[in-house]
């Protein structure tokens, strides 16, 4: 028997569907100062390394990279003494299982798709055909931000100053981007087609007329130079997927091969929607240079939304 939720908008789309595991904040967690060539574990309870879980950082911090583990998340920093940062745990699949009070909904998978506890970041603000270089603009309770680029077949990686990814660098010329923030920093029509859901508290659990974020992909990328191919999931419609603007960490070495100042980072090539070629090299200019052995290999995300 079919069991789950669907949702339509006024023209018959389906927003959500019976099969659908919608993704769900588990929490915000802040992780104190790491000292180069170092690390520091962060505890996530029932956090698994099973492809569900996605820890992303929320600070813009360079130099630092998450890996999702057992039972929590472990943040490196491989180069740079760095302060304290800040980081988001999200499970793709929603909750486990519900509180057992208010309105719940299961999908087929036996997994809670929304209930009165449901929360997540909503997609606040977006653009398109940003020239490469570009910062990201100010936008109010932005927490995340995320890019691509604007055509397929191009390369991206992060623009920084001052230890901050700042914007998106592309060789397309030209990037998309998108934000994230919470629910509460958007205004919701009074009225209309659609799913609302409201906690105890009268705040707004949930709300099919917002874009919520979804993490489709947490992609494993070498630090030892090496080139790989990774399949991505694409968005609806085949729409191309987003990558983390601040998880794809960038450090700065020192007199590297002759080199001062060299920047290392993950580039990663956007080969169609649903695949990238991605390595960890010098950035811009530079020469090749072989980064590690870094401590733990990489972890990159992509998102789109619902």
Same mark, same amino acid.
């Given at each position: 028997?079919?069991?789950?939720?669907?949702?339509?908008?006024?023209?018959?789309?389906?927003?959500?569907?019976?099969? #659908?595991? @919608?993704?769900?904040?588990?929490?915000?967690?802040?992780?104190?100062?790491?000292?180069?060539?170092?690390?520091?574990?962060?505890?996530? /309870?029932?956090? %698994?390394?099973? !492809?569900?879980?996605?820890? =992303?950082?929320?600070?813009?911090?360079?130099?630092?990279? !998450?890996?999702? +583990?057992?039972? !929590? =998340?472990?943040?490196?920093?491989?180069?740079?003494?760095?302060?304290?940062?800040?980081?988001?745990?999200?499970?793709?699949? !929603?909750?486990?299982?519900?509180?057992?009070?208010?309105?719940?909904?299961?999908?087929?998978?036996?997994?809670?798709?929304? #209930?009165? #506890?449901?929360?997540?970041?909503?997609?606040?603000?977006?653009?398109?055909?940003?020239?490469?270089?570009?910062?990201? $603009?100010?936008?109010?309770?932005?927490?995340?931000?995320? %890019?691509?680029? *604007?055509?397929?077949?191009?390369?991206?990686?992060?623009?920084?100053?001052?230890?901050?990814?700042?914007?998106?660098?592309?060789?397309?010329?030209?990037? #998309?981007?998108?934000?994230?923030?919470?629910?509460?920093?958007?205004?919701?029509?009074?009225?209309?087609?659609?799913?609302? @859901?409201?906690?105890?508290?009268?705040?707004?659990?949930?709300?099919?007329?917002?874009?919520?974020?979804?993490?489709?992909?947490?992609?494993?990328? /070498?630090?030892?130079?090496?080139?790989?191919?990774?399949?991505?999931?694409?968005? $609806?419609?085949?729409?191309? /997927?987003?990558?983390?603007?601040?998880?794809?960490?960038?450090? +700065?070495?020192?007199?590297?091969?002759?080199?001062?100042?060299?920047?290392?980072? /993950?580039?990663?090539? =956007?080969?169609?929607?649903?695949?990238?070629?991605?390595?960890?090299?010098?950035?811009?200019?530079?020469?090749?240079?072989?980064?590690?052995?870094?401590? *733990?290999?990489?972890?990159?995300?992509?998102?789109?939304?619902?």
């Amino acid at each position: 028997m079919t069991c789950g939720l669907q949702v339509f908008d006024s023209a018959g789309n389906a927003l959500l569907d019976t099969s #659908d595991g @919608v993704a769900r904040l588990w929490g915000e967690y802040g992780v104190g100062a790491i000292s180069r060539g170092s690390s520091r574990f962060t505890s996530v /309870p029932g956090m %698994a390394a099973d !492809g569900n879980w996605i820890a =992303f950082q929320l600070s813009s911090q360079t130099g630092v990279y !998450g890996v999702v +583990q057992s039972n !929590g =998340f472990t943040v490196y920093s491989e180069y740079a003494d760095v302060g304290s940062t800040s980081w988001i745990v999200v499970r793709k699949d !929603g909750a486990i299982i519900s509180s057992g009070f208010g309105f719940s909904a299961v999908n087929q998978n036996d997994g809670v798709q929304i #209930d009165q #506890d449901y929360v997540n970041y909503v997609k606040l603000a977006s653009g398109q055909n940003v020239s490469s270089g570009t910062a990201f $603009p100010s936008v109010v309770g932005a927490k995340i931000f995320a %890019a691509r680029p *604007s055509i397929d077949g191009n390369t991206i990686w992060a623009a920084n100053y001052g230890g901050s990814v700042i914007g998106i660098v592309t060789s397309a010329g030209t990037y #998309d981007w998108v934000a994230y923030g919470p629910q509460t920093e958007i205004s919701l029509p009074p009225s209309g087609y659609g799913l609302r @859901v409201y906690r105890g508290d009268g705040s707004v659990a949930y709300d099919s007329n917002s874009s919520l974020l979804r993490p489709i992909n947490n992609i494993s990328v /070498p630090t030892d130079g090496t080139s790989v191919n990774r399949a991505l999931t694409a968005g $609806p419609s085949g729409m191309r /997927p987003y990558l983390s603007a601040y998880n794809i960490p960038m450090t +700065q070495l020192v007199d590297v091969g002759g080199n001062n100042g060299l920047v290392l980072g /993950p580039k990663i090539t =956007f080969n169609n929607n649903t695949s990238i070629t991605a390595n960890v090299g010098a950035i811009g200019s530079g020469p090749p240079v072989n980064a590690g052995p870094w401590m *733990s290999d990489m972890q990159i995300q992509f998102f789109t939304d619902y």
